[in-house]
């Protein structure tokens, strides 16, 4: 368990830096300057709480399953964004004021990009587990 939380945890980081570069490179910034937060890999570790949810839910079908990802991975990011508001003064990914913000925390334009990651989450997840398994752990 503790491996899979280092696991997500490292393959969030990956994904964000790819992310934010690839935004740089639409933005002009043939660098590709990519980047993340410490904060955020504890952040990503906590998909190994849904590892619960995806056993639970597998049976649905695919948009039901990516609509319950992307509510859940919003419920996480806000409560971790504003706990790390009162924290630390700031909220790292701050969204700003656009019209689909919620306080600068979370962007509700986010949910097709976070179903999908949500989804993409059931694939590490059982690669993970039949690791362990044929692993004997």
């Known amino acids: 368990m503790i491996i899979r939380f280092f696991i997500y945890g490292l393959v969030g980081w990956l ?5 934010t570069g690839f935004g740089s490179l639409m933005s002009g910034d ?3 300057r990519g980047w993340t937060y410490i904060w955020m890999f504890p952040i990503y570790g906590l998909l ?3 590892e619960r949810v995806h056993d639970h839910i597998r049976h649905l ?3 039901v399953r990516g609509g319950i990802y992307a509510l859940l991975i919003l419920t996480t990011e806000f409560i971790t964004g504003w706990l790390l508001q009162e924290l630390i003064g700031e909220c790292p990914w701050c969204y700003g004021d656009g019209p689909y913000t919620i306080y600068g925390i979370i962007n509700l334009a986010y949910i097709p990009v976070w179903s999908l990651a949500g989804l993409a989450f059931e ?3 059982d690669y993970l587990i039949a690791k362990e398994i044929s692993s004997g752990q």
């Open 30 to 32: 043939f660098t590709m």
């Open 123 to 125: 694939k590490l997840h």
């Open 61 to 63: 079908p695919v948009v």
């Open 15 to 19: 994904t964000e830096i790819l992310w």
């Open 48 to 50: 190994l709480f849904l």
